[in-house]
């Protein structure tokens, strides 16, 4: 196979989702709205504010409203803030606080589809098919998800052929793109090539975006041969919070700084600031009272670790 990066990665920043959907703790709305901001310093320019799902299922998403307006109020930008919205009802509250962008998610694997969003694989495309016909009157772009891409922390294995399934479909409903998510980090390399090969033989590489959480370390190393293969656009979440209430055990997403450190090791521009990047993962972290786990801040001689100190107060981020 012939090597291909791409010239240039679209990383879409979901911590404030992905993130923050996993925290016990409250966090407040002002922190919500300053952590946005920060990574929008930072240079990112597709960001998942929050989602538009049942507070009953998950609490720590319930201001998404107030937070999106707050976000178009202060950032006239080119950034791009989208909402995950799972039904007709999440697609109204996406309409009201005018988010430009939605993500509908679909699930390859039906034990996560009835714990996530309490329907089976077939019911919730025929959901997505009206949530998206609805969101087309309104001009929303619309992403795509299909997670337990790599496993599923209730059934193990997922055939690929279930993942090659569901995400056709959702690029026939009209998702402009499809992230191909490890929802539970369980994701190896040989996987990785696997998946893609099979996905690019019936649909174009760049309908496909990668979202790996990092449960066991190895999400860098899939996200590299995802890049190998043309794909662009990347998912990552800032200091690598959260993981998914609905996939016990799972580990966040793989962390934004270090989606940019390996791009600058490959030569392949993605816009970030680093350093304002790994201060404002560092101020989120010291907010949560929890360990920035991005790697580039773990290794005892990181040059990051000198600059940027892990409890600094990044101030001038
Ligand atoms: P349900 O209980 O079957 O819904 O939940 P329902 O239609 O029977 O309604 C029950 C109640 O919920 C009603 O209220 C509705 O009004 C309300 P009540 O009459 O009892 O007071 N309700 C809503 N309220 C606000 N917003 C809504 C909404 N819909 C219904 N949109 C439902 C079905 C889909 C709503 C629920 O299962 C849900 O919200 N699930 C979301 C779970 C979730 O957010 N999971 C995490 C995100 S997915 C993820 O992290 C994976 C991803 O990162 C990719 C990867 O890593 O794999 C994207
Ligand atoms: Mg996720």
Redesign the pocket.
């Known amino acids: 196979m012939t090597i291909k990066y791409p010239q240039k990665v679209i990383i879409n920043e979901v911590g404030p989702r992905?993130g923050l959907?996993n925290e016990d703790q409250t966090i407040t709305l002002e922190d919500k709205i300053n952590l946005v901001n920060l990574l929008v310093k930072s240079g990112l320019k597709s960001i998942e504010a929050g989602?538009?799902?049942?507070?009953?299922?998950?609490p720590q998403m319930a201001d998404s409203l107030e937070l999106i307006h707050a976000l178009k109020l202060h950032n006239d930008n080119d950034v791009t803030f989208s909402a995950?919205v799972?039904?007709l009802?999440?697609l109204a509250?996406a309409v009201k606080s005018r988010v430009p962008r939605i993500a509908i998610?679909a699930s390859a694997s039906e034990t996560f589809s009835k714990k996530?969003?309490?329907c089976s694989i077939e019911e919730s495309l025929d959901r997505f098919t009206e949530v998206v016909l609805e969101a087309q009157q309104h001009n929303l772009q619309i992403r795509g998800?299909v997670?337990?891409a790599f496993g599923c922390p209730y059934e193990g294995e997922i055939n690929i052929k279930n993942v090659v399934f569901v995400c056709e479909k959702l690029l026939q409903l009209g998702c402009y793109e499809v992230a191909i998510?490890d929802?539970n980090g369980v994701g190896t390399p040989e996987q990785t090539k696997l998946i893609i090969e099979e996905l690019s033989e019936s649909l174009p590489i760049d309908k496909i975006a990668m979202?790996m959480?990092d449960t066991r370390g190895r999400a860098i190393e899939n996200i590299q041969i995802a890049l190998s293969y043309g794909i662009s656009s990347i998912d990552a979440s800032v200091a690598g919070l959260g993981g998914?209430?609905?996939a016990p055990g799972s580990s966040g997403n793989v962390a934004t700084e270090d989606v940019v450190n390996l791009l600058n090791d490959l030569g392949i521009e993605h816009g970030i600031n680093l350093q304002k990047l790994i201060s404002t993962g560092n101020l989120i972290s010291k907010i949560l009272k929890r360990k920035n786990s991005a790697n580039i801040l773990q290794q005892a001689k990181a040059p990051f670790q000198g600059l940027l100190p892990i409890d600094s107060d990044n101030t001038d981020a």
């Open positions: 992905d959907q989602s538009f799902v049942s507070p009953k299922w998950v995950l799972p039904n009802k999440g509250s998610f996530n969003i309490n998800y997670s337990c998510s929802t979202h959480h998914c209430p609905y």
